[in-house]
């Protein structure tokens, strides 16, 4: 069965800094390039980071030099290190593959003041 589940979110001020986690079933994981997504209210879901199977990752300009996105394989887990956190990084934060997509996990909440 296809399962995510996000963790890790959290209120913190600004510049600040967070990780999120990913636990991932199987048959997502494997050999699949992994991302995280986050959803403020009232907007569309954007991508923030990516990461292959071997560990190539991409990021949105927005976040770039402040997120990192990893993965443990072994745990079937992928990771964002979000530090420097700004109010604008405030959403739900989700996790999947960069497509086709997997039935969505319930998100975690970050909440970034100011």
């Known amino acids: 069965q296809v399962q995510l589940v996000e963790s890790g979110g959290g209120l913190v001020q600004a510049g600040g800094s967070l990780r999120l986690s990913c636990a991932a079933s199987?048959?997502?994981?494997?050999?699949?390039?992994l991302a995280w997504y986050r959803q403020a209210p009232g907007k569309q879901r954007d991508l923030v980071a990516s990461?292959?199977?071997?560990?190539?990752?991409n990021y949105a300009d927005s976040v770039k030099d402040r997120f990192t996105i990893s993965r443990d394989n072994a745990k079937n887990t992928v990771y964002l290190q979000m530090n420097s956190l700004k109010p604008e990084d405030t959403a739900v934060y989700y996790c999947?593959?960069?497509?086709?997509?997997?039935?969505w996990g319930q998100g975690t909440q970050v909440t970034v003041s100011s």
């Open positions: 999947n593959r960069a497509g086709p997509f997997a039935p």
């Open positions: 199987g048959s997502i994981f494997r050999f699949n390039t």
């Open positions: 990461i292959t199977s071997v560990g190539r990752t």
